[in-house]
């Protein structure tokens, strides 16, 4: 029996492994955060229209993606926004075709994500992403004015 058990830990671990490989990957950045002048210590959420307080995260609908109030380690500390999202589509292949039935656009993040299933053989290449320099120590934060 206790062999047993230890098959299926070990099968279903092997399975969420297959699993998460069938799911893209999700891609993380810091940026600063939209501040209203009115409410200069916590994040604005522009798709919620609606200010965050810093530790909270809110989902990006209609966006695949989500977002976090965080505040910086800086001196004086500023408010930045940890945007997690599906990152950029990867490049034309025609032996990869988005996966319709797998994808689900209406899902919470990460579920959303588009979904591709490829040819044997074939594999998807995803664009270089640029990164950009850190904000400057004492840059303000974008502010959205109400």
Known sequence: MKSFVVFAVCLAVVLAAD??????K????????DVLRDFPGMCFASTRCATVEPGKTWELHPFCGRS???VSEDKPPRLLELVED???LPLA????KL???KTNKTAAFPDCC???ACEDGAKLEYPEIPTVAPV???AEATTAKA
């Open 19 to 24: 699993k998460e490989e069938d799911r893209p």
């Open 26 to 33: 999700t891609f993380k950045r810091l940026i600063p955060a």
């Open 68 to 70: 976090t109030c965080v």
């Open 86 to 88: 599906c990152g950029p």
């Open 93 to 96: 292949n025609p032996k990869c």
């Open 99 to 101: 996966d319709e039935e």
């Open 114 to 116: 588009p979904i591709f």
């Open 136 to 138: 400057p120590e004492g």
